[in-house]
């Protein structure tokens, strides 16, 4: 069972704009939650994460949301750049999971000039 | 300072062959992780090491696989009897946190093609 989730495979948006990738999970039992981005024959590189004990977490132009009731957590990219085309993938982890991250199938974001 | 550094980049090998991947973690992190990435798909865990030891290895697959870290440094993960399912990118990641919030730093992975 897939217990988080990336339903968007792809996602386009224009220079200058926003761009929101959504992830879901299924396991209560996850406390922490992060956001990786990935390039072409590189490996993830971690961006920005949050704790279950808050709803939002801003690093520059990245914004993390958590919706526990939801059991959602969206990425805001604003502005967006073209640099910031890549795969995104949300990660999940919780207290009983020594570490290991959970991740979604990845979104492939690509930003047009 | 260094990344996590994984060898070979590439590796092709045949069906019923022997396979070892390498990871170099950043230096000083005690915590190791072996991740395996299917096409379209996110990573997968397959083993957590603590110092030296496997703390977490429920996401090893079958007992095909191994993976040692003798040293709390270098760790290799072993592939045994390889079939073509197996052909996938496996990726390292190393973080100084242990069962960690922290970040976790991967490698560029070992892309393994099994003909």
């Known amino acids: 069972d897939q217990q988080v989730k990336q339903n968007s495979p792809s996602l386009s948006v224009q220079e200058g704009r926003i761009s929101i990738l959504n992830c879901d999970y299924t396991n209560s039992m996850f406390d922490y939650f992060l956001w990786y981005k990935k390039y072409p024959a590189e490996g993830p590189t971690f961006l920005i994460s949050?704790?279950?004990?808050?709803d939002k977490n801003e690093d520059g132009r990245f914004t993390v949301f958590l919706n526990k009731s939801a059991k959602h957590l969206s990425l805001h990219i604003v502005p967006s750049q073209p640099g910031d085309s890549a795969v995104y993938f949300c990660?999940?982890?919780?207290?009983?999971?020594?570490?290991?991250?959970?991740f979604g199938q990845g979104t492939t974001l690509q930003v047009k000039p | 300072g260094a990344g996590v550094s994984q060898t070979p980049s590439n590796k092709v090998t045949e069906k019923g062959k022997y396979v070892e991947l390498r990871c170099d973690p950043i230096s000083g992190h005690t915590a190791l992780y072996w991740y395996r990435q299917s096409l379209g798909q996110g990573p997968e865990f397959l083993i957590y090491?603590?110092?030296?030891?496997?703390?977490?290895d429920s996401g090893l697959p079958n007992d095909r696989f191994f993976a040692v870290r003798p040293e709390g440094s270098v760790s290799t993960l072993k592939i045994q009897r390889t079939e073509r399912g197996d052909s996938a990118v496996y990726l390292c990641a190393s973080s100084s946190y242990s069962g960690t919030r922290g970040e976790q730093f991967f490698g560029p992975g070992t892309r393994l093609t099994v003909l």
């Open positions: 090491f603590q110092g030296t030891g496997a703390a977490d």
């Open positions: 990660a999940a982890t919780g207290s009983g999971n020594t570490g290991k991250l959970i």
């Open positions: 949050i704790s279950s004990i808050k």
